[in-house]
DNA sequence: TAAATTTGTGTAAACCTGTGCACATCACAC
DNA sequence: GTGTGATGTGCACAGGTTTACACAAATTTA
């Protein structure tokens, strides 16, 4: 019936030891006897005894908690990412404290002090962004900050993003190659700096090329807004024939619209790219091409960053190549190779 | 420079009180004056100060902190319930701490484990199952757990789950009621409790009304046994031409083989049900007839049940019944109505 | 005006752990 | 016999908070 759980102090009762030498039992290198120490173990097994890392972390200032960050967490990409990024914490002897946000930076800074009140060792953002002086505060405490294709850059965090220009330029690069004469770009409205990137890649390597792409920007980054996407960009009398979506999510969509409401066939009367690689661009109905964000890389370099004790280690970002995954939803190119023109 | 962060001495010292009052600033219903707490708060602002949970946690015996044990995070309809689970904990200023497994019990065990070392309010199962000695130890020390979709039954806990056999039934009602004179029932290997209950559900229906369904079982529960299970089953020389698929997951694989490898056009040659309306059941290719968990339902509910005071509540088991979605991916019936027949 | 009540504040103890320091024990060598 | 070093243990404090208790001040009541 006692509300409270067993401590230290009942185990060593229980042992007939010190309270110190409990804990030093339980804290690895430190100096302690064999027998003393598989008595203690016996007596906390038969209590069901658990190191209380609550006072553990108050103490030693590091409580072994990571806050994630995050909006939109049933989202393919992001719960991917989420799954990778937990898993390597837990690998790391590190727990995460998922915290869920609207996506507005308001929302990102209230999280943030969640995070604070549970003086989490360190906060990854996968959406939004804190405003600087509380990210100071962070930092003078401690508390490392990872941002995830984040673009404003606080000094002493740790921003982690893919080559997504250099993805937008080689979308438009494989278009031309398979053949596509009216290359199109679909975006969302939400601007997020990494599909900004992505679009201004295509845009840049079109106007280099001397073309004007089509472009449709709609709603939030779903399938919903792929759907629409497509339909408005496939209803045009002058009809794309290759379309770069900054986003799986949307290009599923897109696809949909095209093949089930347009009678669009794929590749043959448009080719589509897309960015991720979720699972369902992977599936039969897809196989849609597109570039893959390398999420276990992501997730365990920046934990990875995140543990080393030494603050001075000068990498403060962290750019990583997306993989071209090159499937059936992008016509074979006009007898070339798969060669794309770098910028 | 300073490792620590700033505490409740610090705020007082520069509002010129002790550090009760400010304790009581940030506490509810305490009994403080206004101007003093006007004081306080621009104190506490100025220097940025966050009560610190670990302190408040260890001293009140209640973290604030809810353990979320899950397999698979990255599956749809888990990181939908993930998402909504969060959701419902923040709403009622708890915060989540995500731990993810093998989906075997051991290492939901060792995942109970790490839950009470940060002596979480409370447990919610997604996967797997702790012994029922550690279970006993959590409620002893007044943690709540909560057990979704999960079957047996520790006194004390919450009990979540969906009328799945139920389901079954209609599933093969539907089916029957479609014209189908084959039906056939599509599972994986996992053991999961709720996916025998459908398993059972349909297949005694099906012995009800004299009929011997084809079965199939392969693998795990994701997509790639899906389309596995859909070449097994429609390959068959007495080709089903109707399945019921446990999950969505499953169900997309199958129609994916069914008309992309097949050939087989849906609904006309083949029908199919699914389980769980996760997003893709919903998106244009699939259309999928399915039964819609009520994942915001079990959240919230879950969520209510366990920030609720008074242990002695009775209820203790939480039996919700899914929808229908009806759509496409079945043959409309044969001019007789939608009627479900009930056991 | 005195007594009784309310209101707000400070003091000190409690929660549970990690760890510096002092000390006891033991082995060993001289 | 003492000196030296190594090893293991206990004491006591620190860390930041909540809260019971005592008490002073302010307000109401008689």
Redesign the interface.
Known sequence: M?????SAKDVAELAGVSRAAVSRCFTPGASISPETRARILKAADTL?Y??????S??IR?E?G?VA?ISA?????F???L??AL??AL?RAGK??????TDGSNDSAQEAL??A????TDAAIFLSGMPAR??AE?CQ???MRLVLISRNGHHPGSLLVRSQDEEAGRRALAMLRAAGCERPALASSLTGTPSLLARERGFREAAREAGIEPAEARLGATS?DTG?ELGMSLLTRPDRPDGIFCTTDLMA??VM??A???LGIRIPDQLSLIGFDDI??AG???YDLTTFQQPVEDIASRSVEWLISKESGSEIEELILEPRLKSRSSVKRGTGGSDQTASA
């Open positions: 006692t509300k409270t759980s067993t069901g658990q190191v209380n890392r609550l006072a972390g108050l200032n409580s908690i994630l939109e967490l049933a989202t393919p992001r719960s991917k989420l799954a937990t898993e837990q727990v995460a404290l998922v915290i869920n002090r969640q604070i009140s549970y003086r002086s509380l505060t003078r405490n401690g399938y759907l599923c969509g949909d619209a093949r089930w409401r699972p369902q599936w039969e109905g």
